[in-house]
């Protein structure tokens, strides 16, 4: 399964955008976001605007675990 390794929502506002910026601006969908805030990961577009948004890669965002 996928794991998140960083809070993205904190990271994301240390980068300066807050969750009222990222939806007014039409950044990331108010889904995208409430699956980030529940741990759950993300579909490949959003992930692209994370990346996009934080200048990293996917790698930097998510790691595989194995399901027990």
């Known amino acids: 399964m996928l794991i998140y390794k960083i809070d993205v929502i904190e990271k994301l506002k240390e ?3 807050n ?4 939806r007014r ?3 990331l969908s108010e889904s995208a976001l409430q ?10 577009k959003p992930l692209d605007d994370i990346c996009r948004l934080l200048n990293c890669q996917p790698g930097d965002i998510l790691e ?3 399901d027990e």
Do not use: C, I, S
């Open 15 to 17: 980068a300066g955008y």
């Open 35 to 44: 699956y980030l805030r529940e741990g759950k990961p993300v579909g490949t």
């Open 25 to 27: 601006e039409k950044l």
């Open 19 to 22: 969750t009222t910026r990222l």
């Open 64 to 66: 595989y675990v194995k």
